[in-house]
């Protein structure tokens, strides 16, 4: 299972929440959340064969542009999943990664899903029934080694279309 | 190992971190954070830590002028409990969902009503509000009163037992009439509580909590053992992804801010500092940079790493981390659930925190004033702001020292991503079937 993960400025290490201005980066190591999830993305068989990663200011500059060329990437590299966080409880990435993984979604042949904690109302509301959103804490909360099993475990089971994602949905997404 | 102790400590971090007694207490010391830093700046400027200073400005103010600079330190440090105990009610009236500025208000009333307003005046006991109340010596019983004063006072509400306005009536005028009740109960009990302490052997509530509780929990807090387990837990909680900051805070604070309270009067008075463990001796010499002390494994990232990725987040992440923001290290590196910075990140802050204990105990570095400096203050600064000189200089050695203890742990770390960006132009680039130049968005 080939993996591609979407990240903020913030979650790949490239800056902190003032360094809102960084440009579209791909990195082909695993970053940030990406190494954090490495035992279960061995349980699962999965590999994270590259980050993308976007500061807030520069997707909320031009969203549409950020998420065609975001959209564009995965078409080049061609991953089986996309996993858009996790996002914890960031506002601004939280929803760069809802409208990415819709869009991947729709014009893409990876399937992508979303990651962020409960904080993020505005955005589940108006993404959930689209996207599959997991649940996760928000920063410095409880469950972060739980949430990222469950993000693996998704990512698995829409991977191989496991007719146990319906119930795995129920148990872990919003 | 780690799920197992995962599984045991999580569960306990969980319940500190939603137990709404802690957070009330962790919020409400928040509305005396940034007055007792003001209080503290004016304390600086008449007592900075260079010999001489008081009287080379005595010359031109003359003699008496550092008293002027003294009286913002008395308007917010001597007076602590008081922002204490409207905090803490304001903050557990949020937890109990009843309106806040009136859980506030009856939580300062009810800790006054069994205040003895007495001081001694040459011998002999006049009426008044005692500055020793309402500094750092009410602060334990001013905390049981928030709380016991917003439980009645959201008891009677739950129960229905308020004043209800005709339809018309101004909301604010409906809130004042409706909280008559509850905050009539919260006085009847503590006043029932003042007259049974009257007739106890300590004759009043405040006496009895300082004797019993706040002395000896003091006491149990200001020792090496207390601080290094805290630390230990915080970083181990911080390491599961949790703000050990926060869960450990919330228990330890208090403690520490009022050990504090108790340097900064010794400070003012001209006496020697009697606790070494406090507030300042946690923000300023436990860490360097943030939890985990990770301004050291930045310089040690710097210094001595090879692979691209690390130099890259060093170079980053060293300005934040000056000023004790380490985010991207911690999301970025990553810190969280990577067992191989495990070690040194609980190791450090342990090793600074034994040394710097040591170093104040045996009078190679002074005690801290409990002048309090914000935790972004960066590093060498603080320590010369907080105990002159000497502390700045024994910052710098435990800076370098942590920079040591990183390299090994790092350089591991160092190793395998210097063999991943090998292997990424090598062999990855076949199996993938696309190169770092695929992953540029400039011709998109």
Sequence with gaps: MKIVMIFDQIQSGLGTKDDTMVPLTGKKEAVGPAVMMQPYLKETGGRVMACLCCGNGTYLADPDEVSRKLCAMVNKVKPDIVICGPAFNYADYAAMCARVADDINRTTEAKAFAAMSQENEETIAAYKDKVMIVKTPKKGGMGLNDSL??????????????PGLEALKQNVCF | MLQKLESFFMPLAEKIGKNKYLIAVRDGFLLSMPLLIVGSFFLLIANFPIPGWTEFWGQFFGENWASYFAKPTDATFSIMAILAVVGIGYSFAEQMKVDRL????????????????????????????PLGWVGSKGIFVGIICAFLAVHVYAWVDSKGWVIKMP????????????????AGMSVLVFFVINVIFAMTPYGNAFDFVFEIL???LLALGNTLPAMVIAYIF?????????NGGSVVGAVFNPILQTLSAENLAAFQAGDAMPNIICQQFQDLFATFGGAGSTLSLLIAMLLFCKSKRIKELGKLAIIPGCFGINEPIIFGLPILLNPMMLIPFMLVPTINIIISYICMSIGLAPICTGVAIPWTMPVIISGFLSTGWQGAVLQALLLILGVFLYMPFIKMMDKQYLADETKGTDETEDEDDFSLDDLSFDDM
């Design chain 1, 149 to 162: 099993k469950h993000i693996c475990q998704v990512a698995k089971a829409l991977a191989d279309g496991d």
């Design chain 2, 102 to 129: 009136f859980g506030a208000a009856i939580s300062l009333v009810c800790w006054f009503l069994i205040m003895p307003y007495e001081i001694l005046f040459e011998e002999s006991v006049v009426s008044g509000i």
């Design chain 2, 167 to 182: 339809d018309g009536v101004p909301p604010t005028v409906e809130k004042s009439f409706a909280a008559l009740i509850p």
């Design chain 2, 214 to 216: 706040q002395t000896p």
């Design chain 2, 234 to 242: 915080l970083h181990f909680f911080w390491f599961f992804g949790v």
